[in-house]
């Protein structure tokens, strides 16, 4: 008899095997599912812009495929390109950085992952205050490193005190990762609240900042401020942008950091192993965006900010539920804790955000990202990147939902 073959070994790496895969794709995938079979499912959880590329960005792409610009580039990005973000920077950001202090990677989510990975290991911490978009901890925990959550809650608008970073610090905290206007909550510091951070950091020589920008452009009357810019922070900040929210550019893949050159290297030896540089395509319509007039952005801003006063009024009117005005990017993040502990029509409890969303999109059919993804499990994350039509649908399919929960 021949022996069967040893079963072949399904071990992981070890940092790989703590990492969770993305909720959002994965509430994504499900009501695209339910779609598929027929379902008239509004899905606000993508968070990407429903406005198509400006028409300056998508001629930049097909001038230079007329022009052959099709083959390898740089693998930081071009120096054209490089230089326009170096401007960008110092003009709208006060940050002084040269053309050799700018990585550019395929998305701002490589870039903020990069950054992370060249200076964290084993034994440090990144300090993360959460509500936090899904993909922070566990690219901690990709680097071995271990993610420390800072709660802020409803009450505080969804940000980070000096006091609650302080309290977080440690002698092993290696980066701090900051995001504003923030994914989920649309949460927006305050300049005085970026200095006032910036000064619990200084005393702190081996605490960096990585500041994740990429909602800078959409915001509804908050003032933004780039802790890099700040005196004693430039040389332990990352800065992270892109291209995909404002220029409603997810597709293109586009995004950049800038900062200390010691670690912008660290960061291309590791892009050098890991994808090289972005496409060269994409890069010349970057190149258009930066110098592209900025209406378009303009309006499509104006067209988030009705949207997002419409259905924050709905959700304000319904009982027990609480949501900060958001200044920013193009979420809400309410609040639903009061519905925890509740039943279902058919005797299910509803345990946390999870059950809850679950809930909404198998019986009423809109699909929303459960709030412990984001490390909060008293909320749930509605993106109002959609047409409104199907946002008041969608409000009224979560008031029904909810209403009908005893």
Known sequence: MTESAPSVSQALNAHVATVQPSATLAVSARAKALKREGRDVVALSAGEPDFGTPAPIVEAAHQALRDGFTHYTPNTGTVELREAVARKLREDNGIEVSAGQVICSNGAKQSVAQAVLAVCGPGDEVVIPAPYWVSYPEMARM???????????????????????????????RVVLLNSPSNPTGAVYSPDEIRALADVLRPHPRALVV??????????????????????????????????????????????????????????????????????????????????????????????????????????????????????????????????????????EIAGSADLALYLLDEHDVALVPGVAFGDDRGLRISYASALEDLMRAADRIEAGLAALV
């Open 143 to 173: 680097a071995g490193a271990t993610p420390v959550a800072v709660e802020t809650s409803a009450a505080s608008g969804y940000r980070m005190t000096p006091e609650a970073l302080a309290d977080a610090l440690s002698e092993r905290t």
């Open 211 to 348: 500041s994740d920008e990429i909602y800078e452009k959409v915001r509804f009357d908050a003032e933004h401020l780039s802790i890099g810019s700040l005196p004693g922070m430039a040389e332990r900040t990352m800065t992270v942008n892109g291209f995909s929210k404002a220029y409603a550019m997810t597709g293109w893949r586009l995004g950049y950091a800038a900062g200390p050159a010691w670690w912008v290297d660290a960061m291309a030896i590791i892009q050098s192993q890991f994808t090289s540089g972005p496409s060269s395509i994409t890069q010349k319509a970057g190149v258009a965006a930066l110098a592209m007039d900025e209406a378009p952005l303009e309006e499509m801003v104006r067209a988030f900010r009705e949207r997002r006063d419409a259905f924050l009024a709905r959700l304000e009117a319904i009982p027990g539920v609480v949501c900060p005005k958001p200044e920013g990017a193009f979420y809400l993040f309410p609040d639903v804790s009061a519905y925890v502990g509740r039943r279902t029509s058919g005797g299910s």
